[in-house]
């Protein structure tokens, strides 16, 4: 069974009175242990999904149809956020700052994270009557430092005490990792986890997510514009434009050989070391904006192999091979 499934979702936005869709009927499972890579350019409707898998869509937002099961449990139905979060769905955004409380202490931050857990999995909490004043618990602790230890931090004790303006972006994002650890999620929703870090950094930081999946079996869905970064990190791929899911399949698949006329023209818009300059294609024109939506495959007005039909008729998704496709080509 998958750890999380989601099915015929829509999601709207209203915005000065219109409602438009962010989401039009997206589809897709994660088993556990498994890295689902979203891309898309921006504006697809990847971090609507990414917060609406993680109970944290804002208030202008509605989820107008589909279900979101985390291990039978169907999200959407579930009113109460601080309950979302303990169903054990943790994100990490581009920004940690947006995540991590600028007044706590990095120890009362993985104490949160820790109360969270022993909610989730209803075991008495010595947390419950835990004060900030307080010192930690010898065990606790322990659990603490081996965390922030496996993050590669040289010195988990002095970090304990630091609070997050005290850190740099990639060791914050390392804190929000270590959290992970502790609060050890089902799914892990990283939404940009890397774009603001340098080169260096963001691999350091990427490959400890990819640890968290091995020593926890953690479901992570990877969000990212970066098609390269992604297609390398994940097992399988959705790529997304419009709101809707374009093609899905192995990383491997989507990366030799893709279908959709989108995600070629993702491929080939990324420069690589075996490209030259002349061989780089942008895309022509820009996505779409959800209150202005084309009529039929949102993809039309930019795709090359557009036809009559594909002004009028909103492609379905269907099989071809291992790829899920949406689009008259493959219809
Ligand atoms: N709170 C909001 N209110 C109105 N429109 C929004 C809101 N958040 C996102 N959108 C719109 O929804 C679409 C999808 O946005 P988003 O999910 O952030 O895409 P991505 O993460 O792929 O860039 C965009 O057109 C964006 O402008
Ligand atoms: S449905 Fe038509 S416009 Fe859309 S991607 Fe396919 S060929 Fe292009
Ligand atoms: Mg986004």
Known sequence: MPVLEVKDLWVSYTRGGIRAYALRGINMSLERREVMGVVGESGSGKSTLGHAVAGLLPPNSIVERGSITLEGKDLTKMRDLFRVRGTGVFVIFQDPMTSLNPIMKVKDQLAEALQVREERESLPSPFIRWSRRRSLDNRTEREFLEALTRVRFRSPQEVLEKYPHQLSG?????????????????????????????????????????????????????????????????????????????????????????????????????????????????????????????????????????????????????RRGEHNVSCHLYG
């Open 170 to 318: 990639g060791e914050r994002q390392k804190v929000m990792i270590a959290m992970a650890y502790i609060l050890r999620p089902k799914v892990l929703v990283a939404d940009e986890p890397t774009t603001s870090l340098d080169v260096i950094t963001q691999a350091q930081v990427m490959k400890m997510l990819l640890s968290l999946r091995e020593e926890q079996g953690t479901a992570i869905l990877l969000i990212s514009h970066d098609v390269m970064l992604v297609s390398k990190l994940s097992d399988r791929m959705m790529v997304m434009y419009g709101g809707m899911v374009m093609e899905e399949g192995s990383s491997e698949e989507l990366t030799k050989s893709p279908l959709h006329p989108y995600t070629k023209g993702l491929q080939a818009s990324v420069p690589t070391q075996f490209k030259g300059e002349g061989r780089v294609k942008q895309i022509p024109g820009y996505p779409p904006n959800i209150f202005s939506m084309p009529q039929g495959c949102p993809f039309h007005p930019r795709c090359e192999m557009a036809m009559e039909v594909c002004r009028k008729v909103t492609p379905q998704e269907s």
